[in-house]
């Protein structure tokens, strides 16, 4: 597998979400989890910031034209929904899902295509600054992935690729429920999944089912485990060990 590390730097007026981050500078948005079919796309992004960061950044993800993820300039009709799960002081956490429609695309969209399966997806919003974070296949083709990025972004949108490394024996990391990195709901969620066939090949029981098992709502259950495999794959893609930079050409 490999690590792609790239960002998207937005002029004003191009990202509904960049132009909020911008006004409030120590604010950020991070993916939680982050998947995506041919049709459609789901994640969990979690926000810190002031109340009035929060505040503007919960209404640009509820009020925005068209989501943050679609790389298109005006709405393409796309179905989304965006739900609030948790929100405190300091913190906000938004489970949004987002329907294709012909006319759409997107990064996850585009990495599929050309980026093959398996992919882990992680991004992080700074100001006007959207980095993602990507592991994919030893033999992905990278130079069609950017290809068809660029074909896609405005003139006014700026591309920084900041790495991109091969992943090793030496830069894994293993985890053991001593590693304390999930919760007590997270890893009874998570070990729930796995009882019941969630993570088998193919598949004996989606999420909504196994909430019914459960006897808890299906979202609770879906930020649980979609979280719990976010902590995992964050321990993973961030351990010390992952080179910082290679030459991009």
């Known amino acids: 597998m490999r690590e792609l590390v790239f960002a998207l730097d937005y002029d004003p007026g191009w990202n509904t979400l960049a132009d909020t981050l911008a006004d409030f500078p120590d604010a950020r948005v991070r993916s939680l989890s982050l998947h995506a079919t041919a049709d459609s796309l789901w994640r969990v992004d979690h926000a810190t910031g002031s109340p009035d960061a929060l505040s503007a950044i919960g209404d640009a993800f509820l009020t925005a034209d068209y989501y943050a993820d679609c790389l298109a300039t005006e709405p393409c009709g796309a179905e989304s929904e965006t739900e609030v799960l948790d929100e405190t002081d300091d913190t906000l956490v938004l489970y949004t899902y987002w329907q294709r429609t012909p006319v759409c695309t997107s990064?996850?969209?585009?990495?599929?295509?050309?980026?093959?399966?398996?992919?882990?997806?992680?991004?992080?919003?700074?100001?006007?600054r959207h980095t993602w974070r990507i592991i994919h296949p030893e033999d992905a083709d990278i130079h069609r992935f950017f290809d068809a990025l660029d074909a896609e972004l405005s003139a006014d949108v700026n591309v920084d690729i900041n790495r991109l490394t091969g992943l090793s024996a030496t830069n894994t990391t293993t985890f053991t429920a001593e590693d304390d990195i999930l919760s007590r709901e997270q890893r009874e969620a998570l070990t729930a999944a796995v009882e019941h066939g969630f993570y088998?090949?193919?598949?004996?029981?989606?999420?909504?089912?196994l909430a019914e098992e459960l006897g808890v709502p299906r979202s609770t259950l879906t930020y649980r485990v979609r979280r719990a495999e976010a902590e995992i794959i964050n321990q993973y893609m961030n351990h010390d060990s992952v080179p910082d930079s290679v030459p991009t050409s």
């Open 200 to 209: 088998k090949t193919p598949r004996e029981i989606d999420l909504g089912e």
């Open 107 to 128: 990064i996850p969209h585009l990495a599929l295509e050309h980026l093959g399966d398996g992919l882990l997806f992680e991004t992080q919003h700074e100001q006007r």
